[in-house]
C-alpha cells in the first residue's frame, strides 16, 4: 500500500554534516532529563549501579546472548548501519550486536562506550530503508547521551532489587517513574533522528505501523494508522485522558499511534526540510552551551497544550455535573 500523499518524498540520502543533536531532540526531553537529574537520590543511584557492574560487567550482560555485526556477521545490516552513521556524519562506530529475540525492538546501552543492539524480530519485520530508520533511531539516543540512563532504567526494571542489596533502603519507585518519564519522550527525539538518518518519511512512519501490527502490508495501511493515531489524540473528556495518562505510567515506550502523530507533525512543521535543507545547528560549543531555559520554555508549551485540554476537560465535566444537579433540584 501507498503512503500518505502529504509527506515529502523520499530522496538521495544527504550527509548532515556535524550535526547536532539539539537539532531533533524535542523539548519535553531535554526538559524532562533536567527533572529527571533534579530528583533526589537520582545521583546516587547512577554512581552505585555504575560502581557495582562498572563498563566491562554492563557490555558483558548485554552482549553474552548476541552476535556482533560484521563485513561477514550480518553483512546487508552492517551495509544500513555504515549508510546511517555517513548520513548522520557520526564517529566512532558505536558496536552494534543482534540477539535472538522474536520480539521486535532494539536498545542503545552503555556508559563510557555506547553500543547497540537489535532484537532478529525486528531483522525479519522492517525493509531496508525501515532498518535503517530504526538504527538511526538508536544512533540519535547514543548522539543524544541517553544510553546511560537508559541502561540504569533496564537495570532497575528487569533486575531483581534483591541481587542489587546497595539500592536497598532507597526510594526507588519515583527515581523509576521519572526514568520511564523521561525515556518516553527521548524516544520522540530519536524518531526525528531515525528519519533524518534514513531520510523517507513514509518509511519512517511505517515503523511505527508494524510495530503496532505486524509486517504484512497487505493488509494495513498507513493513512488508515495515522487517521487512527489522530483520533486517539483527539479522543475524549476528562475520563479518557485520565485513562491516557495512566495507560502510560509503567510502559517505557509512547504508544505507537502517540509516536506516529508526533513524528508526522514535526513534518508537517517543516523542521525536517529545513534540516535537510542545511539549516541545522552543528557539533561544538553552541549547541552544547544552549541554555536550558529556552528547552524549559518549549517544553513547557508542549505540556501546556496537554494540561490546558486536561483542565478544559475537567472545567467541562464540572459544569455539567452541576447543571445536572441544579436540574434535579428543580424537579423536587
Not at 561477514?72 to 556524519?89: E, I, K
Not at 533502603?169 to 525515556?183: D, K, N, R, V, Y
Not at 538518518?197 to 494495513?220: E, I
Not at 502517540?258 to 549547541?287: F, H, M, N, S, T
Request: proline residues 6%.
Amino acid at each position: 500500500m501507498t503512503g500518505p500523499t502529504s509527506l515529502p518524498a523520499a530522496r538521495p540520502r544527504k550527509i548532515l554534516t556535524q550535526i547536532a543533536p539539539v537539532a531533533w531532540e524535542h523539548p519535553a526531553d531535554r526538559a524532562a532529563l533536567q527533572t529527571l537529574r533534579s530528583v533526589p537520590g537520582f545521583d546516587e543511584v547512577v554512581r552505585k549501579i555504575y560502581g557495582f557492574f562498572g563498563e566491562r560487567g554492563i557490555r558483558l550482560l548485554f552482549q553474552a546472548d548476541a552476535v556482533r555485526v560484521g563485513p561477514t556477521q550480518f553483512p546487508r545490516l552492517n551495509q544500513l548501519y555504515a549508510d546511517v552513521l555517513t548520513s548522520m556524519d557520526w564517529s566512532p562506530q558505536p558496536e552494534l550486536f543482534v540477539s535472538q529475540t522474536p520480539f521486535a525492538n532494539a536498545g542503545a546501552f552503555g556508559m563510557d562506550r555506547p553500543f547497540i543492539v537489535i532484537n532478529s524480530g525486528t531483522l525479519k519485520l522492517l525493509d531496508d530503508d525501515e532498518l535503517r530508520n530504526v538504527l538511526g533511531h538508536e544512533l540519535g539516543h547514543v548522539m543524544s547521551g541517553h544510553a546511560l540512563y537508559h541502561t540504569i532504567l533496564v537495570l532497575i526494571l528487569n533486575v531483581s532489587l534483591g541481587a542489587l542489596p546497595f539500592l536497598a533502603g532507597m526510594a526507588i519507585l519515583p527515581i523509576q517513574l521519572a526514568l520511564l518519564e523521561w525515556f518516553r519522550k527521548s524516544e520522540l527525539s530519536s524518531d526525528r533522528a531515525g528519519l533524518l538518518a534514513c531520510q523517507d518519511p513514509t518509511a519512517s512512519l511505517r515503523v511505527n505501523l508494524k510495530f503496532a501490527g505486524g509486517g504484512d502490508m497487505s493488509q494495513m495501511d498507513l493513512d488508515a494508522f495515522l487517521a487512527q493515531a489522530k483520533e486517539y489524540e483527539e479522543a475524549g473528556g476528562a475520563l479518557d485522558r485520565v485513562f491516557k495518562i495512566l495507560g502510560v505510567l509503567g510502559r517505557s515506550h509512547p504508544f505507537n499511534t502517540v509516536r506516529a502523530a508526533e513524528l508526522q507533525r514535526w513534518i508537517a512543521e517543516g523542521q525536517y526540510e529545513r534540516i535537510l535543507a542545511g539549516d541545522y545547528p552543528k557539533r561544538g560549543p553552541e549547541a552544547e552551551q544552549r541554555p536550558i531555559d529556552r528547552d524549559i520554555d518549549e517544553a513547557r508549551d508542549h505540556y501546556m497544550k496537554e494540561a490546558k485540554a486536561v483542565v478544559n476537560d475537567v472545567v467541562d465535566t464540572a459544569k455539567r455535573a452541576a447543571q445536572a444537579f441544579a436540574e434535579a433540584l428543580k424537579k423536587k
